[in-house]
Nanobody, 120 residues
């Protein structure tokens, strides 16, 4: 069974940091680009970041550029999102996802979300 499980969320003060993890199983992790989406209270789900499965290229939404760093460990089948200089507007449920490429128009697999709350 395909599974993507996000973890590492929690409560953090503005300016602080958190590292989210996404553990994958049930599919060939190396063949997929892995990324993150988030959905804040009262807002539409938005794309956050993606890392390529081929050359390791990374992509970020303008709202998180310079603050978040995405990485992956294929041996551990785990993807990470290092979140720095967190702002209250980063508060959201974060979901990890897998797609054929970071430029893909659709997501193949969605994972369970983890809640990040940033206090002001």
């Amino acid at each position: 069974e395909v599974q993507l499980q996000a973890s590492g969320g929690g409560l953090v003060q503005a300016g602080g940091s958190l590292r989210l993890s996404c553990a994958a199983s049930g599919f060939t992790f190396d063949d997929y680009a892995i990324g993150w989406f988030r959905q804040a209270p009262g807002k539409e789900r938005e794309w956050v970041s993606c890392i390529s499965m081929s050359d390791g290229s990374t992509y970020y939404a303008d709202s998180v550029k310079g603050r978040f760093i995405i990485s992956r460990d294929n041996a551990k089948k785990t993807m990470y999102l290092h979140m720095n200089s967190l702002k209250p507007e980063d508060t959201a449920i974060y979901y990890c996802a897998a797609a054929r490429a970071c430029t893909a128009l659709h997501v193949d697999y969605w994972g369970k979300g983890t809640l990040v709350t940033v206090s002001s």
